[in-house]
């Protein structure tokens, strides 16, 4: 849940998109984009398990699931897009921040047995098109981000890639995670099941997240422009046709409190080499100077 403390935003855009793209073999990927956008609505988009749903509150849901297929390679990313403005409205500058919890984020990873090396972070390339078959075997993601007027200033991540253990004695090769791209978020992996080469089971989770970002000093009637992205990411590959191989992203991503705060911006003290002079001072001055001017004229 997202909590916008008052008052309320005049307008937001919600937008939910999910993408899916899947390779059978060497054949070009195939892309499908489900995507949906409302003001002061609720915006959702599915693709078969896959769902991203986003509220005009806040509210905002991302799930990428895999289940078992056949020979190929899928990707799945799921994003749920909240945009907003904000005014400050009072009669002088202030400072804003803005401050965000998550929670509840975690994902289940399954895989059969899986074969070769090398492989690398599938989500690393933005191009939905590619889907690399040198890739790692199962993997999934969890991002969130906050953007002022267009700008990153905040991006929590954390990628979990399953490999398999190479050269190994035998063909049940035992999928070992590593983390990746691992930033503001505490992730863990956890034993579901044990791993006995044909599934193994691990649960992928982040710890619960709060923060407060500075967004600066705001003069009186001026606007900024605030948009949060949730995104989760799903990825399997399956070359032996064993349908037991997936990655889940079960949970959703909930966002359980989001709001702006303020203060009064301190005005920078006086220069203490610059020393106001007084309204008597400046009376002095102005005698001086026309006492002057008075001998100039007598003198001449």
């Known amino acids: 849940t997202f909590l916008l403390s008052p008052p309320a935003p005049a307008a937001t855009i919600s937008s939910a998109t999910v993408t899916s ?8 990927a195939v892309v499908v984009v489900e995507t949906d956008s409302v003001t002061d609505g609720t915006a959702s988009a599915s693709l078969g398990f896959n769902n991203a749903i986003q509220n005009a509150d806040g509210t905002s849901e991302v ?20 945009e907003f403005s904000e005014t400050n409205a009072t009669q002088g500058t202030r400072t804003y921040s803005l401050d965000f919890t998550l929670s509840g984020l975690s994902t289940e990873i399954s895989t059969s047995r899986s074969y070769g090396s090398n492989l690398t972070n599938p989500f690393d390339n933005p191009d939905p098109g590619v889907v690399d078959v040198d890739s790692a075997y199962t993997a999934a993601s969890f991002e969130y981000s906050i953007q002022l007027n267009g700008v990153d200033i905040y991006t929590a991540r954390a990628d979990v890639l399953g490999l398999a253990e190479y050269p190994s004695p035998s063909f049940d090769l035992v999928q070992t995670y590593s983390f990746d791209n691992v ?15 044909v599934i193994d089971a691990f649960e992928f989770s982040v710890a619960d997240l709060s923060g ?5 000093d705001f003069a009186a009637g001026e606007s900024f422009d605030i948009t949060s992205i949730l995104t989760a990411r799903a990825f399997a590959t399956n070359f032996e046709g064993e349908n037991a191989v997936g990655a889940f992203v079960q949970d959703p991503i909930t966002i359980s409190s989001f709001g702006f705060s303020s203060t009064p911006t301190q005005q920078p003290p006086p220069d203490p080499g610059v020393v106001p002079l007084p309204a008597a001072g400046w009376l002095l001055l102005g005698a001086l100077g026309g006492l002057v001017a008075f001998r100039r004229r007598q003198t001449a």
């Not at 793209?21 to 070009?28: L, W």
């Open 183 to 197: 930033l503001n978020f505490a992730p863990t992996i956890t034993p579901i099941v044990p791993g006995g080469g």
């Open 63 to 82: 799930n990428a699931t895999i289940p078992g297929f056949g020979s190929g390679s899928t990707r799945v990313t799921s994003e749920a897009k909240l």
């Open 212 to 216: 407060s970002i500075e967004l600066g």
């Open 21 to 28: 793209a899947n390779q059978v073999n060497n054949d070009p």
